[in-house]
């Protein structure tokens, strides 16, 4: 560059894309700008607002959903990575009105208390769950340690997740 | 059966239906038709003159359609705000920054990413300045003074003391041991999951709603009226679900104000949420105390005096969130569980150029400051008349027979029963088998430390006599309407941020009136429907507004006495209120339910008496509540890393009566995890040019679930003698007590090495390299 | 932040002086995306896009040569802003020649405010080593080839 060139222009809108994705089961698509992070294409395009943000260097997991079932942060991805995928989110816990045992173990073991981690904190369950049906205590810690909870002090989103474990095991409620 | 779910009940929580299904309603989710986005620039420096703000490139970034300056807000009279403790802030600044993070302009578009292209667009020349970072350097003769628009041309803000100083100096002189001891409790930030924000909206008739993140709705919509002189009644505040306060969201942020000033201007609909590194950078922070303590006794180990100063660094501007009267708090709780005869605080405000705050943490305005001054204070001591730390607090608390116990600095306690609590969690942790434990590890040269933190706490603010902010007395309130099927709506001025009111406050009613908590409906948080309140934060809600849920329903029952008598054609001295209904004395098969007489009272209620069946209360409480506790901690520690592990802790709390014990045990196991979090992991500091390090989730460390240690609860019950319930108020015990348990069972550990005191947070780093020192790796 | 470096390249002072005094080639061996203009012969302004960790933008700058001994010693100051941050650097470069080989030896007093001090610090000093070592490894190249 041998001459002043004039700043490159600070807004770069676009280019833009159309992104197809299955939310909760029900296909979805949109046209947005290639930058669009996942969790604002999931609670501003699609209104799903259950999904939280809490923080801007992937650390809290308040945004934490399954992309083809797998639990990610989807502030950490952008939209178009999404295309032609599953995502599930809160919204899509509970099935024909009837509580996910997620939901139902974080509820009888008063597992939440702002609900703002809340979401996060059931999907990474509902990921853990799906690849470890009986997890230890230490092993649940382990796994939920990308989900940061300010109110509860952990010890009863632990008892959350067994209760889960154990129903979704077959074992009823305790 | 329906069961009626009143006090003493683990119901399940009301308000959990909607969070679990992704259906809360967070100031992030409010979305309106044609909203617009606004996002910050904000200061590079810590301090700095403004040259100009050019705003032109960022005008053109397609999306943008408005730049907000300081400038820009001077005309309105809205560039400076006033503080909670009648300081002034910047809502922008037109001259000067004043620390890094600072709001300096603030861009509206149509969308977040073009706010944020906007943002980045926006050119600022500054001419940077000298910051001052330490408040012992703001102190001295040279310093640049940063408040260049204040008459006083000093960092020194204010100082206030309490106590006798000459009578304090004179006993502690003729105690036979005493010991002075620095503390630095720092800078740390309450770092609710959801940060703060709000969409600022009005309508065609000139009528402002706000949804905010706020933990005082009313006093927000008052300050609003009088800042920006707008009608009271044009302006609506909705504090909606709120993901976490924790003290964090007392304050009136810039933000909000400029996203008012953005909704008008452009006549759209404005959403600001900051995102983390905005929160963790420029709102409101706790602590900053620099602490330096000297408490006496006899030889025998009978407490004598205590003598505190502290230099509290406020920031900028004092934005402290406290009662008017009390510019330090209720930091003069620092007596604590002892009956000191004398004592002395001394307290003085400093500015320095960094973000302005001095709200709780989960705390009752700077009580944890004095609880880990107390309790850090009393183990240094025992240690040095060579006396067991339990036994030595055994000998000194205040005995049970002294309550109401008035303090050396002038609290009147209302109850507590100190000795039982500490003897209940010495024998869940078996206390003297530790100890012993302790000396055999200490032969194998292993690091094992016990530490116990008896404190007691005051919450509940306040009686109005004593207690306002901005002039606005510190009651607060409950309005119930019982439907004529007999089922109920109650409003209150609080807002809960995760507490569970909407559970607990109907537990309170179900108990009162006999109607089931799940036929209570509690709304919060709408300035258009609740009654005015002061706001949910020192642990107040259950102290002020839960007694006012009490009171409004024994209201409520003296009408309903009236009816009952009417129906049952007796008269109304023959009937008594038991097992929640009125029933005719002696004939407890002959009564009406409050269901049968709710219906009377649109259906068939006395001629000449007014229909319907409802009450309102607004509560000042004649004093303060003084909940207590002793939390026992065992650390182990690795001599290779300086790792320290929480092996147990076991927290009793006596907090009065219990409304829900699951609700409470889940408190204070939150509570015992922030206390943690201060005591281990969390502190913000600032690099020599004032700026802010640990300024993302990456650096400032919240714990996570594989830190927190596994918590065991257990309760004592002491209810307050004037609360109509008995209640005391929970949700920050745990906080206040808890840092000082673990840092004396980290030092109990290192005491043979001759460690007398470690500040927090206490980082593997730290006991590496006092290992190190003291050759004990 | 203070940084240091030093670094022999074959080649006679007087030209690497005279690199070190021409924009043009300093700017060349500069590898993010960038553009300057000669404001006299001792100031320079311009734009470079870059960043730390996640912080990336356009930082826009000057540049002053504010003392010229020739042939071996020189002092430059620069300043920048963008991206919510702001940049000082003083730095003093100083050649010295033996057997037809120069060392450079560059001392760089960098002062940094805002964002990248606060979100980047931890990666900053990686950041700017590696830029600073691509910076003077290009213009070793340039020398080195001409």
Redesign the interface.
Known sequence: MDEAEAMPAEAEVGPFARVRVTVNGAPHEAEVETRTLLVHFIRDVLHLTGTHIGCDTTNCGACTVLLDGKAVKSCTILAVQAEGRQVRTVEGLAEDGKLHPVQEGFVEEHGLQCGFCTPGMMMTTVALLAKNPNPSEDEIRHAIAGNLCRCTGYVNIVKAVQYAAQKSRGGGSK | MTVLGGIGQPIKRKEDARFIRGKGNYVDDVQLPGMLYLDIVRSPYAHALIKYIDIEKALKVPGVLAVIRGKDLEAAKLAWMPTLMSDKQMVLPIERVMFQGQEVAAVVADSRYAAADGVAAVQVEYEAMEPVVNPMKALEKDAPVIRWDKENKTNHIWHWEVGDRKATDAALKASDVTVTQDLYIPRIHVSSIETCGCVAAFDAMGKLTVWMTTQAPHAIRTVFALVAGLPEQKIRIISPDIGGGFGGKVPVYPGYVIAVVAALKTGHPVKWVEDRTENLQSDSFARDYHITAEIGATKGGKLTALKVKTIADHGYTDAAANPSKFPAGLFHIVTGSYPFEKAFVEVDGVYTNKPPGGIAYRCSFRVTEAAYTIERLIDILAGKLGMDPAEFRMKNFIPQQAFPYKSALGWEYDSGNYGPALRKAMDIIGYESLRKEQVEKRKRGELMGIGISSFTEIVGAGPSHTFDILGLKMFDSCEVRIHPTGKAIARFGTKSQGQGHETTYAQILAEELGIPAEDIAVEEGDTDTAPYGLGTYASRSTPTAGAAAAMAARKIREKAKLIAAHLLEVSPGDLEWKDHKFSVKGLPSKGKTMQEIAFAAYTNHPQGMEAGLEASDYYDPPNLTFPFGSYICVVDIDKETGEVKVRRFVAVDDCGTIINPMIVEGQIHGGLTMGFAAAMLEEIQYDENGNIQGGTFMDYLLPTAVETPKWETAKTTTPSPHHPIGAKGVGESATVGAPAAIVNAVVDALSHLGVTHIDIPITPWKVWSLLQEKGAA | MELEGSFTVRAPRDRVWSFFMDP?AL?SCISD?????VVDENHF???V?AGVA?IK??F?GSAAIVERKPPDHARITAHG??????F?VESTVDLSEAGGDTTVRWKANV?????I???G??LLKGTIDKKSNEFFENARKKLETA
Request: aromatic letters at 12%; proline letters at 3%; hydrophobic letters at 40%.
């Open positions: 043009y700017s995306p960038h553009a300057f203009e302004k311009g734009w896009k996640f933008g356009t826009n802003a963008g991206m919510g941050s702001a000082d002062v940094l405010n805002g964002t001090a606060t979100v610090a931890r």
